[in-house]
């Protein structure tokens, strides 16, 4: 829980207060009209928060384990798909704006975080799967 949960709310909080580059982070996966990124781009920061501090305080455990996992899917089916694409981008999960400095596809960068992004699933799966932790709130 701590793993997934400290990593979310790392990334969740870090765009919180930089919503320009929250939003441009969304763009930058061309996946998305720009409005509806830009929406996606405001929502996310605090969602990811809001997931993080349940799952580390054990609440609802399972659902939204469930949920963080989904979410984690979808961020490597978006980092694939613009891997896929050759888009420059960084995953832009702790507030950089999306867009590689230098304008050139790295594909360690890209395969690091997909890479990470499946243990953060692994964490999900197993949480999902053990809900009542030893300093769950569920219990």
């Given amino acids: ?10 990334a969740g909080w870090i765009k919180l207060f930089n919503s320009y580059e929250a939003k441009a982070s969304v763009r930058a996966y061309e996946l998305l009209p720009v409005g509806a990124a830009n929406i ?8 990811e928060i809001a997931i993080a501090l349940v799952i580390i305080l054990g ?3 399972k659902r939204v384990a469930f949920i963080g996992t989904l979410l984690m899917v ?3 089916f978006a980092i694939s798909q613009a891997w896929a694409r050759g888009l420059p981008i960084n995953c832009g999960c702790f507030g ?23 243990g953060l699933v692994l964490c999900g799966i197993y949480i999902y799967r053990n809900p009542i932790g030893k300093f769950a709130l569920d219990r």
């Fill in 40 to 47: 996606f781009g405001a929502i996310l920061p605090p969602l």
């Fill in 96 to 118: 950089n704006g999306g867009i590689t400095a230098d304008g050139k596809v790295n594909n360690w960068t890209y395969l690091s975080e997909i890479l990470r992004d499946i």
């Fill in 1 to 10: 829980r701590i793993i997934l949960g400290a990593t979310l709310f790392a």
């Fill in 74 to 76: 979808l961020f490597i």
């Fill in 59 to 61: 609440f609802w455990t």
